[in-house]
C-alpha cells in the first residue's frame, strides 16, 4: 500500500469521501456501539472520517510513512499503528469491528478473512466498504475507456462488489449483508486528473504512460464541455463472527 505515499496530499483533496450513514449501518448491524475498533489500512482518513463518527476506541493501520503523518494531522485521537495489517498483533480479547475502506485489495487473498475473523472479538463485525467509479453517461464512458485501452490494454477492472462475493466465498463470517449507496459527482478536468491520478493502477504505470494517459483524458474531458460525471456507487458489506 505504500504506492500511494507521494501522493498523500493529492488522495487527501481528489478522493470523495463516504456517505455518513455507513456508521449508523455499522451501529446497527454490531447492535450499538462497539467497544472498539481497527481500520486497515487508512490512508489520509477518508474512511476514517466515517468510523470516528461512531465513538468508540479506534486504531488506524497504516504502514505508509507519509499517509500515516497526514492521518495523524487529521485524527490526533486516533491510535496509528505503522504496520500491515499481516504483520499486526490484534489485542488478546479481539476487537469489536475491523474494518477496511478501498484497501481490501491490497491484503493477502489467502489469509485476509481468516486473518480478521481472528482480530475479531466473539459478535464482533467486519465492516469493509469501497467505492465503485463509473460513468453516468455511456457515451463518456466509452470514449475513455477506449482511449485508455489505446494507451494500455492490459488494465482490468475487479468485478463491481467484488469484495463482496470473496467475504461470502472466505465461509469466516456469518450473516453477510451488502448495502449500496450511489450519486453522481461532477468533476471539472483539474478534479477529474486529480482523481485519475490517485488511483493504484496508474501509480503502477510508466510515467511515460501515466503523462500520455492523463492527456488523453484531458483532452476528452475538455471534448465533454469540461465536466465529467461519475456515477459513484459506495458498497458496505458486514460479515459477523460468532
Known amino acids: 500500500m505504500d504506492v ?25 448491524f454490531h447492535g450499538g456501539t462497539p467497544a472498539s475498533m481497527v481500520e486497515i489500512g487508512a490512508g489520509t482518513g477518508k474512511g476514517t472520517e466515517v468510523l470516528a463518527r461512531i465513538g468508540a476506541p479506534l486504531t488506524c493501520l497504516e504502514p505508509d510513512p507519509q499517509m500515516a503523518a497526514r492521518l495523524a494531522s487529521r485524527f ?6 505503522a504496520v500491515t495489517f499481516e504483520r499486526w498483533s490484534p489485542p488478546p480479547d479481539g476487537t469489536g469491528v475491523v474494518a ?16 480478521a475473523r481472528r482480530a475479531l472479538a466473539p459478535g464482533g ?3 469493509v466498504f469501497g467505492h465503485r467509479y463509473d460513468y453516468a453517461d455511456p457515451g463518456q464512458r466509452e470514449a475513455i475507456r477506449c482511449a485508455l485501452d489505446a494507451i494500455d490494454a492490459t488494465a482490468r477492472e475487479r468485478p463491481a462488489d467484488w469484495f ?21 459527482l461532477f468533476l ?3 478534479s477529474y486528473l486529480g482523481l485519475v491520478s490517485t ?19 484531458g483532452r476528452l474531458v475538455d471534448d465533454f464541455g469540461g465536466t465529467v460525471v461519475l456515477d459513484l456507487r459506495t458498497t458496505l458489506v458486514l460479515g459477523r463472527h460468532e
Open 188 to 190: 471539472d478536468k483539474e
Open 100 to 115: 477496511c475502506a478501498m484497501a481490501w485489495h491490497w491484503l493477502d487473498p489467502v489469509t485476509r478473512n481468516t486473518r
Open 76 to 81: 490526533p485521537d486516533v491510535r496509528i499503528d
Open 164 to 184: 463482496h462475493e470473496d467475504i461470502v466465498d472466505s465461509g469466516q463470517f456469518t450473516d453477510v449483508r451488502k448495502k449500496v449507496f450511489r450519486r453522481d
Open 125 to 127: 463485525t467486519l465492516a
Open 199 to 217: 488511483f493504484g493502477p496508474f501509480l503502477t504505470r510508466t510515467p511515460e504512460q501515466r503523462q500520455r494517459g492523463l492527456s488523453t483524458l
Open 4 to 28: 500511494f505515499g507521494s501522493v498523500a496530499d493529492l488522495y487527501e483533496t481528489a478522493r470523495p469521501g463516504y456517505p455518513p450513514g455507513i456508521a449508523d449501518e455499522i451501529v446497527a
